[in-house]
């Protein structure tokens, strides 16, 4: 297998700059080339022999544009094909506090939630770090705007893929490279406590958002197939020793269906449990109208219900907002545009 260079930390480029015999400073060069998302022909002072040398010796792993589709509220929802066929999808959104790009961390994903597309057809395999940091380049210089914060909630499990989600955080994160802060990223688990236990100790001060999605183990157990290996009260307990690490508010997310899990007394039981489980811990609930998928039959209630659920949870002390729902009218949602992809061929 050639060497991936997109994945390198610096200190690691520069040994394998130093191995083909090239100068020390060109890696500092090339380092900043690579995570500006330019290839190899568009890198203006790197020798032509090195590039060269490069394009023989190593891989630059990058996604290409299948399919791009544009919400009327300027939502892009990006395809892409990956060096080996498999596809993935993102999402390029403009807020007023800057532009944000929701990344995939794997081909598909084997969690199981029953209510996301995402799953429907299993995990095929996780993406390298190139791969992830690729989403953000090509959709940064597809737009030409300048992306200014990372979600990690599309399609896979962050932290079954954790030795390269780190590396694809430390990598935004450095100085020659975007040197986008770690406050400016969020990561969303559904709930691998391990993955939020080791995290907790990686020192980065990132936003986790943890997919809760029912107040009860029975209700989680019916749409989120990894709850019976880590129930609710085991997941809140990592979630709060995550907070005393690092002092990071966690976010819950939370897909409201209809005669599910959106009642009002099913708010009442949602923030009895944050109270008791998380006492004293700043928490935000994220209410998201679950999006139908044609293979489930789960709905979105009304807007009476969605308000009365809010209502609810504010009445007994739970921060909570429901979230803006954009590109709506271009499927944004994560795994659709790969499972229609799938179907055709």
Known sequence: MKPDILSMYENELCEYVLSIGEQKYRSAQLFKWLHSGTGLDGMSNIPKKMREKLAENALIPSVEIEEKHVSEDGTVKYLFRCHDGEFIESVFMTHEYGNTV???????????????????????????????????????????KKVSHIVIMGMGEPFDNYDNVVRFIRLLNSENGMNLSCRHISLSTCGLTEGIKRFADEGLPVTLSVSLHAPTDDQRDAVMPVNRRYPIKELLAACRGYFEKTGRRISFEYALIDGKNNSQEDAATLARLLKSELP???????????????ERDFKRGDRQATEKFVAELEKRGVNATVRRRLGADINASCGQLRAKKLEQN
Do not use: W
Request: charge should be positive.
């Open 102 to 144: 929701c990344v995939s961390s794997q081909v598909g994903c084997r969690m199981g939630c029953r209510f996301c597309a995402s799953t429907l057809n299993g995990l095929k395999r996780s993406l390298a770090a190139s791969e992830m940091l690729s989403q953000v380049y090509t959709a940064q210089n597809d737009t030409g």
């Open 280 to 294: 004293g811990m700043p928490v935000h609930v994220n209410l998201i109208p679950v999006n139908p998928i044609k």
